[in-house]
């Protein structure tokens, strides 16, 4: 399933890549894109959203689920 959040607080790649690795770490099978430019990450992850959205908290930003897509 595909999952987009907006994701507020990243600033720099280095924010892109730990919100990236926290998703990883969950679901080493993932697809994850994150863009800081739009405040944005994109998942495909079999994982519920929820528990997405708060691996990427846990990092220490603020997320707000944008869509599911099946």
């Known amino acids: 399933m595909n ?5 507020q607080g990243m600033t ?3 924010c ?3 919100v990236v690795m926290a998703i990883k770490t969950l679901d080493p099978a993932a697809t994850v894109q994150a863009d800081r430019t739009q405040n944005r ?3 495909t992850s079999d994982l519920p959203p929820d528990t997405l959205a ?3 908290a846990e ?12």
């Open 59 to 70: 990092e220490g930003y603020t997320v707000e689920p944008l869509r599911q897509v099946p």
């Open 12 to 14: 720099c790649g280095h």
């Open 41 to 43: 990450v994109d998942i």
């Open 16 to 18: 892109e890549k730990s």
């Open 3 to 7: 999952h987009t959040f907006t994701v």
């Open 54 to 56: 708060q691996a990427i």
